[in-house]
T-cell receptor
Framework: DSGVTQTPKHLITATGQRVTLRCSPR?????VYWYQQSLDQGLQFLIQ???????AKGNILERFSAQQFPDLHSELNLSSLELGDSALYFC???????????????FGPGTRLTVL | AQKVTQAQTEISVVEKEDVTLDCVYE???????LFWYKQPPSGELVFLIR??????QNEISGRYSWNFQKSTSSFNFTITASQVVDSAVYFC??????????????FGGGTRVLVKP
């Protein structure tokens, strides 16, 4: 158990709909990362938040948005869903250590989204 | 831009055989980290090993070993005496720089390993 929780585990919805995925980082971790794993694109970085602020952006569609709340949990919002958005969405968290060391990312179990 | 390439899409072996997974990376940073993750059929991502760019010493950890060669930008991973439970998709990943707030991971396409009894 990584200590990162994601809800829901599975989500089935229809095209055009909007969903929200939730992530709770490990206790004390300030950074949250979102990754998408799809058959077409593989495993790719979407976005990172650090202590409530957006820190880095990857290949995230404009239909997708995220935020990190004061209690450090994060939500990924996916709107106007298309069939191609069906994927496994992972959240990861990392803490803040000395600049000279690497900050390990711990992955949650993922949310499997199916768009019908 | 950083890139990770895993040329092998699938490897099939018989139990107890050794399996070597290839990984080639591209980065402009002089400081970076390389990883191997395992994704079993259950779907979670399991961290296996991490290596930083300034330590090319190759190591063995149990049945896992890795060969990091900066000159060829390769970070190969070997499972010795494979077992059926090793059947999974293995991902090589790269993280650039040293930043206190964390770094995104760039993953390769993955190599599916099937270990037959």
């Amino acid at each position: 158990d990584s200590g990162v929780t994601q809800t829901p585990k599975h989500l089935i919805t229809a095209t055009g709909q909007r969903v929200t995925l939730r992530c709770s980082p490990r206790s004390g971790d300030l950074s949250v990362y979102w990754y998408q794993q799809s058959l077409d694109q593989g495993l790719q970085f979407l976005i990172q938040y650090y202590n409530g602020e957006e820190r880095a952006k990857g290949n995230i569609l404009e239909r997708f948005s995220a935020q990190q709340f004061p209690d450090l949990h994060s939500e990924l919002n996916l709107s106007s869903l298309e069939l191609g958005d069906s994927a496994l969405y992972f959240c990861a968290s990392s803490g803040e250590r000395a600049v000279s060391s690497y900050n390990e990312q711990f992955f949650g179990p993922g949310t499997r989204l199916t768009v019908l | 831009a950083q890139k990770v390439t895993q040329a092998q899409t699938e490897i099939s072996v018989v139990e107890k055989e050794d399996v070597t997974l290839d990984c080639v990376y591209e980065t402009r940073d002089t400081t970076y980290y390389l990883f191997w993750y395992k994704q079993p059929p259950s779907g979670e991502l399991v961290f296996l090993i991490r290596r930083n760019s300034f330590d090319e010493q190759n190591e063995i950890s149990g049945r896992y070993s890795w060969n990091f060669q900066k000159s060829t930008s390769s970070f190969n991973f070997t499972i010795t005496a494979s077992q059926v439970v090793d059947s999974a998709v293995y991902f090589c990943a790269l993280s650039e720089g040293i930043k206190a707030a964390g770094n995104k991971l760039t993953f390769g396409g993955g190599t599916r390993v099937l270990v037959k009894p």
